[in-house]
């Protein structure tokens, strides 16, 4: 805090002086101050500095590796309690800010910060703790990917091998909180859904081994870099393998014991929010925070309704332009069932991919004159999270180079995986989509670094879908069934609105949210069943994607028409790109003013 100290000293700005230990004086005034913006920004930097060491992986993921060797246990009480007063202290440094002596970056950076501060310290209030891991989104998934030597931890050198044994430590510690944490549930009656636990327990089975050698974690002892000397190698095979055995097993163990043998008698057959204490409340919340709108459940229901019929109807023009004799329903299963929709070998699919990424990098100059320096790589999905994934994801690369972004292509079940949705699917998690917009975000040094390497769902994923679109502006889908798979997947963002807040709100089962997703779409069940189960766990996520596609529609419809012939596709997309990740109300203002700044040229 010492710089922070200096420049608050001569500042004046008053209550800044809480971040050096010393009391405030009775007045919160503050007076003139010749350079706010710069307090401003020192402000965030000594936030972000603090968030970093508060979440260690969080900053590995970022390639900042002071903080290898500790892992964080977000869901125990210390934690909750250390980020709550880092929310309120920053929160309250912030405010003593007046947004007026600002220039107008820095007061939307203000403005954004008070905001994402008071998200958490209200989303502190609702009880996710007691429900720490899931068969979607889990610690311990995590830290098997981390520790696999594919993952976010770096093993370049004997240094680095030892971060890793203090960690694998230190998850010892964290599956003892986490099951205390579900012990605690129990008795609150906020618990996971049974059909939840079911597919946990085999994920946790899965790393409890009787050979090191058949561990994830020994990956990183099968292939030492040539830093590490003969000596350290024989050192950390030893140590590695007294900690895997000693260590991470019986922790995978304990928890897969306790799950399997007395919490999944305790968890309910219920699967909405709705049905847990508060939880009316807390999916009201989850809603408003994924997708940054004011929309009740049931008005986002009501607009899911409506785009799935939109949809149906673009779907059945492509069935009769292939000549298909038959209605949508038996068009949904010939796309479902006929062997020449679907690869057989999964380098053939990763290979095809490929091919797709290069048709993009042709015509991606006449859309965007900004990209990212960062690269990416198309990878299969590690076999140890492949039978509950979905049938991709994207990674971000690092921040320091050492690590490209990763698309994840699940290719557990290749032979369920359609090739006519291979083409949007690039386009949304990869190049243009997030890959290109989180490069880009990662990359803008102009932003604080919170902005920088934060998360506004519904801005992400919202461009993510948005990306997609413009796939047909790119002429990627000459193939009839190419854009068959496009609509197809914009149909699943779309039922995503309905089924999430049918679940959730309206009391749907999870067989009912599955019927609908089949009656609906060309989607195997083999995709469907692990898409409804993930908005079973992660409730709101999910709406996301659509209201952002849809906000951005409509802003550049906006634009062109107030704009016409002046409107320049290529910097529209560079306004909202190099703007940041922002909430789409504040998306649509920045919009405006560009709008506003064109007709002004």
């Known amino acids: 805090m010492s710089r922070l100290c200096r420049l608050i000293g001569s500042s004046g700005l008053i209550l800044l002086l809480i971040a050096c230990g010393r009391e405030p004086a009775p007045s919160t005034a503050i007076a003139p101050v010749a350079d706010n913006g710069q307090v401003l920004h020192e402000v965030f930097e000594q936030y972000f500095e603090e968030l970093l060491a508060l979440n260690p992986t969080f900053a590995t993921a970022l390639g900042d590796h002071r903080y290898d060797d500790r892992l964080e246990i977000s869901f125990g009480p210390e934690y909750r309690a250390s980020l709550k007063a880092q929310s309120q202290r920053y929160l309250d440094l912030v405010h003593a800010i007046d947004p007026a002596t600002l220039e107008a970056a820095d007061r939307l950076s203000r403005e954004l910060f008070v905001r994402f501060r008071e998200l958490e310290l209200e989303g502190l209030r609702y009880p996710g703790y007691l429900m720490p891991l899931d068969q979607m989104h889990s610690f311990t998934s995590a830290f098997a990917e981390m520790g696999s030597g594919e993952g976010i931890q770096p093993f370049r050198n004997a240094l680095d091998y030892d971060n890793f044994l203090a960690r694998m430590g230190d998850f010892s510690e964290q599956v003892d909180v986490a099951i205390a944490n579900l012990r605690e549930g129990v008795l609150r009656g906020i618990v996971l859904p049974r059909v939840a636990v079911e597919r946990l327990i085999p994920q946790l089975s899965y790393h409890v081994v009787v050979d090191p050698e058949d561990s994830i974690f020994y990956g990183p002892l099968e292939q030492f870099p040539e830093p590490v000397t003969a000596a350290d190698r024989e050192r950390l095979t030893t140590a590695y393998r007294a900690a895997v ?208 390497f934060g998360g506004v769902t519904a801005y992400t994923e919202g461009w993510a879908l948005y990306s997609e679109d413009l796939g047909i502006e790119m002429e990627m889908f000459g193939d009839p069934y190419q854009y068959f798979g496009k609509l197809n997947d914009e149909m699943l963002r779309a039922l995503r609105l309905v089924v999430d807040t049918g679940i959730h709100r309206m009391g749907w089962t999870r067989q009912q949210a599955i019927d609908y997703m089949l009656e609906n779409s060309s989607l195997p069940e083999l995709e469907v069943i692990p898409e409804v189960e993930r908005y079973i766990v992660y409730p709101g996520q999910a709406l996301s994607y659509k209201m952002g596609q849809l906000e951005l529609r409509m802003l550049r419809a906006e634009a062109q028409t107030t704009l016409g012939d002046r409107f320049d596709l290529r910097q529209w997309h560079d306004m909202v790109l190099l703007s940041g990740e922002v909430p789409l109300d504040i998306l649509r203002r920045l919009s405006a003013q560009w709008v506003t700044e064109q007709r002004a040229d």
């Open 245 to 452: 055995m000693g260590q991470v097993v019986p922790a995978y163990r304990r928890l897969r014991d306790y799950m399997a043998l007395e919490y999944l008698a305790a968890a309910r057959l219920s699967i909405g929010y709705s049905e847990l204490p508060g939880g009316t409340g807390w999916y009201d919340f989850l809603v408003r925070y994924h997708t940054t709108t004011d929309l009740s459940p049931e008005q986002i229901h009501e607009i899911g309704l409506s785009e799935v019929e939109r949809i149906l109807g673009e779907m059945d023009q492509v069935r009769r332009q292939v000549g298909f004799d038959g209605d949508l329903s038996a068009f949904f299963e010939h796309l479902g069932s006929d062997p020449s929709f679907f690869w057989s070998d999964g380098e053939d699919a990763l290979r095809d991919y490929r091919g797709v990424e290069a048709r993009v990098d042709e015509v991606l100059p006449e859309y965007f004159s900004v990209f990212p320096k960062a690269g990416f790589e198309i990878r299969p999905v590690e076999a140890f999270r492949a039978n509950s994934a979905a049938s991709a994801s994207y990674q971000p690369p690092s921040l320091d180079g050492s690590r490209p972004g990763v698309f994840y292509l699940n290719t557990y079940d290749i032979a369920r995986l359609p090739r006519w949705g291979m083409v949007t699917l690039f386009l949304h998690e990869a190049s243009p989509g997030h890959h290109f917009q989180s490069a880009l975000n990662q990359e803008n040094t102009g932003l604080p670094r919170f902005r920088r």
